[in-house]
């Protein structure tokens, strides 16, 4: 068995009654994507030297769950407040109040993980969006955890014979190898 | 010479690369996002195809799917000529593509070729604990959980490392239940 070690960032997409889960491993020789759902899992293969492009970029997905659960913990909130001020019964405020702990630690959750992105990969015959990578946080730290592995393929050298040992991440540069292009 | 398209994550218009590899901010020139890139050589390589349109010469040998082009190397499964479009490099090995389906129907021996698991631990799992849930089914579900336990022991559940603790428990909960099971069909003979 190969030694690998897995990289951040994890999501788990949900379709009707069934869910998968996405994950990335860092192997000496490929970027191995797993998809899981139940007891099926399909993987696929991206081997270092046939990497072309990782793009990585923003999305709104963060923000707008960020305002759907603030507006539903204002309202409970409101609601609360209300029967408060009605002489409501203390149990049926507890209640109330007991069904503001999830979407409270979902938003705390969804804080913690910051800033939502969409990344996908290129090869010569592919597009592939890496879901596990939908943080920009994660991202960031698994691509820069990627890139030497990439880079040492495309340099030609051969891939590391040792059990893979994930550098330490490396902070990605803030300051662009290249601007935005010329208008027009 | 560049074929992939990149495309912007928030609008998927095609980006304007620069001609050059490394990371960087791009801005889509369409919606206007800043965009995070990292290019690599392997984006503005010849493709291998064209490489292969080499017509043959006189006095060389010929690839063995075309005969028109030069044979560049042989493959290390069957020994056939290939030519550049043939040659698919394998973790080092030249092999064709014969030979790459051929050890493509053999997946537990080339598990790199392997693109779909079963977790039949999990499967197991479920099935122990439905013996143990279901009481009176369990009689049935124990001994198929122990049955796959053992059938499925040395395939390969996962593309990453993993123990077989998990299968180890379900086995030993699907033995349990068989055994109470057995126990109180022999209490139940007996006492006839």
């Known amino acids: ?184 | 010479m560049r074929n992939t398209i990149v495309r912007c994550s928030a609008c998927d218009h095609a980006l304007s690369l620069p001609e050059a590899v490394g990371g960087g901010t791009l801005t889509c020139a369409h919606c206007q996002k800043p965009t995070r890139l990292w290019l690599f050589p392997a984006l503005y390589q010849t493709k291998k195809s064209e490489a292969a349109q080499v017509v043959l010469d006189e006095g060389h040998s010929s690839c063995m799917n075309h005969p028109n082009k030069r044979a560049v190397s042989v493959c290390d499964g069957c020994g056939k000529f290939l030519c550049a479009l043939c040659d698919i490099d394998w973790n080092g090995e030249h092999l064709c593509s014969n030979c790459i389906e051929h050890r493509g129907s053999d997946e537990s021996k080339h598990s790199d070729l392997r693109t779909e698991y079963i977790h039949y631990d999990r499967i197991v799992f479920g099935l122990a604990l439905f013996s143990v849930v279901l009481f009176f089914l369990g009689a049935f579900i124990a001994p198929v959980a122990l049955f796959m336990g053992w059938r499925y022991w040395n395939e390969p559940w996962r593309p990453v490392p993993y123990r077989k603790w998990g299968m180890i428990f379900s086995l030993v909960l699907a033995f349990v239940t068989m055994t109470g099971w057995a126990t109180y069909l022999t209490t139940l003979f007996i006492s006839f």
């Open chain 1, 1 to 184: 068995m190969i030694q690998m070690s897995r990289l951040p960032g994890r999501s788990v997409k949900a379709f009707g009654w069934s869910s998968q889960r996405h994950q990335l491993w860092l192997s000496p020789e490929y970027l191995l994507y797993r998809e899981i759902s139940g007891y099926r899992e399909v993987v696929k293969r991206y081997y270092y030297g046939d990497i072309q492009a990782i793009v990585c970029g923003p999305t709104n997905a963060s923000r707008v769950l960020t305002i759907i659960l603030t507006v539903v913990l204002v309202s409970m909130g409101l609601l609360i407040a209300l029967l408060a001020a009605s002489g409501s019964p203390a149990s049926v405020i507890a209640v109330t109040a007991f069904f503001m702990v999830l979407p409270a630690i979902c938003l705390v959750v969804n804080l913690l993980l910051g800033p939502s992105c969409r990344t996908t990969l290129y090869t010569a015959t592919s597009e592939a969006p890496l879901y596990s990578l939908g943080r920009k946080r994660a991202a960031e730290k698994a691509i820069a955890l990627v890139l030497p592995f990439i880079e040492a393929a495309q340099r030609g050298e051969a891939p590391a014979a040792e059990p893979v040992q994930a550098p330490a991440p490396e902070p990605v540069g803030e300051s662009p190898a290249w601007g935005p292009p010329s208008e027009g």
